[in-house]
């Protein structure tokens, strides 16, 4: 079952200058993406610095307002919803933030920061609340006294975890995780990524997961969709992806995973180039400029998404040239 649907999302940001300070350019961030995520399943979403990532997952809880496509969450469209349905919405949609220091609030104690949903969507009593915030307090792993603490007497693992139970609080059917574990030590990656895995199977949530470090994300996922400036080039299950990446942006990317293993010398070809600018990217295919079989169909058509004959119709990519390269 379908729990979110996005159909041509677009997210072009305006960039104004010049004496009257008009509108000179766009900025392309999100440039024509769909996907869908299964109810209690995860979306990898991986890809450069820059590429559009978490501009999506900040569109698909409505912090920004899309520029054009369709989002879809549990069948309804969500796309222009405003007022009460938005925030009735968000309880059901919550979002951990790459920055945990950031992302909580320096004045408050941490049992004011666990309590404010409650609040905002007026649940329960004050006695009620307390005693909620202690039970998630407890279920990502901090002691009781940390209600009384602040922000700035933690460590970057600990406030994780302390946002982890403030998204998990009213219970959401779909986490949106902008770059969780980056911000952190590997040692503290595993746990925090550890215990998203034993939250997502004790409550039934979906998660997008938003990463640049395809370990990472082979870790937590099942399903990954690769982007490259503003578009998916790839999307297959993890599994199929790993084992016969199709796009040659994909390849680059998995050739370049680290090998822990000195016996194993591990030799690729880096990208050529610079990733090209998202307020003028090339015209249709979005990789052409860096990739090493581009031909003059790819300056002159745009890929689309698609599967290749007698392959996996979930493994879905962009490029003119998969077919033949699906064996490289």
């Known amino acids: 079952m379908e729990i979110l649907k996005v159909e041509e999302l677009k997210m072009h940001f305006p960039v104004y200058g010049g004496i009257f300070y008009r509108q000179i350019a766009r900025v392309f961030a999100v440039d024509g993406v769909s996907f869908s995520i299964e109810a209690g399943k995860t979306l990898g979403l991986v890809g450069e610095s820059g590429c559009g990532k978490s501009t999506i997952g900040r569109a698909l809880l409505r912090l920004y307002e899309p520029t054009a496509g369709r989002i879809s969450f549990e069948g309804k469209d969500i796309t222009h ?63 009781a006294d940390s209600v009384h603490k602040y922000p700035h007497e933690f460590s970057g693992g600990q406030r994780q975890r302390i946002g982890i139970a403030r998204a998990i609080a009213l219970k959401p059917k779909l986490i949106i995780c902008d770059e969780a574990v980056s911000a952190l030590d590997v040692s503290i990656q595993s746990q925090i990524l550890n215990l998203l895995v034993e939250l997502q199977q004790e409550m039934g949530m979906a998660y997008l997961f938003i990463a640049h470090d395809l370990s990472v994300i082979r870790h937590v996922s099942d399903q990954i969709a690769v982007m490259y400036l503003g ?85 879905r990519v962009a490029c003119h040239f998969a077919g033949r390269l699906s064996h490289k």
């Open 231 to 315: 578009r998916i080039v790839e999307i297959a299950e993890r599994d199929s992806l790993y084992k016969n990446p199709l796009h040659p942006y994909t390849q680059a990317l998995i050739a370049s995973i680290p090998v822990p293993d000195p016996r194993r010398r591990k030799t690729f070809t880096p990208l050529q180039g610079e990733v090209p600018s998202p307020l003028n990217p090339p015209p249709f295919c979005h990789f052409v400029e860096r990739c090493a079989y581009a031909q003059a169909v790819c300056s002159q058509q745009t890929p689309q998404l698609s599967s290749i004959d007698g392959s996996d119709p979930s493994h």
């Open 81 to 143: 919803l405003s007022g009460s349905s938005l925030r009735e919405l968000r309880s059901d949609m919550q979002m951990i933030f790459q920055d945990p220091f950031e992302s909580l609030n320096p004045r408050h104690t941490v049992g004011s920061i666990l309590e404010e949903p409650f609040q905002i969507h007026r649940w329960g009593t004050p006695l009620e609340r307390r005693q909620e915030v202690l039970r998630l307090l407890d279920r990502v792993g901090m002691p």
